[in-house]
């Protein structure tokens, strides 16, 4: 089930409530056509992955909320764990905590566009 929210209230209590689990949030807009593409794709996920929480925002909707997740483009999804942004460097710290003279951090929690199969991708990568 695809949990809508609407402002940032609604946002960081969806966080809490995924706990230690994955959270997926699609940012789009009723009259973006990729955006009306993947609704059924990530409808369909929110069913296979009982185990991860999805949400959308509706940019149009709910501009402060995408404001503040620094969204530019849609369709936007962005995933969280803890109440935190999943990134590249969160996962691999401990081997490189100390690494920092050249080192880019390359974030994995959010893409934009309107591919299905890189979104499960990184679902399955992320559970």
């Not at 949400?55 to 503040?68: H, K, M, R, T, Y």
């Not at 969204?71 to 999804?77: D, L, N, S, W």
Request: charged share 25%; with cysteine; proline share 3%.
């Amino acid at each position: 089930m695809v949990e809508i929210l609407k402002d940032m209230n609604e946002f960081k209590t969806f966080l809490q409530a995924a706990g230690h689990k994955l959270v997926v949030v699609e940012f789009s807009a009723k009259w973006c056509g990729p955006c009306q593409r993947m609704y059924p794709i990530f409808h369909a996920m929110s069913l296979q992955y009982q185990n991860v929480f999805f949400a959308n925002v509706d940019v149009d909707a709910s501009p402060d909320l995408a404001e503040s997740c620094h969204i530019r483009a849609i369709p936007t999804f962005q995933m969280f764990k803890k109440k935190e942004k999943v990134n590249l460097f969160s996962r691999i710290k401990r081997i490189i905590c100390c690494y920092r003279s050249g080192f880019v951090v390359k974030q994995i929690y959010e893409f934009c566009g309107a591919d299905g199969k890189k979104l499960e991708e990184k679902i399955k990568q992320l559970m």
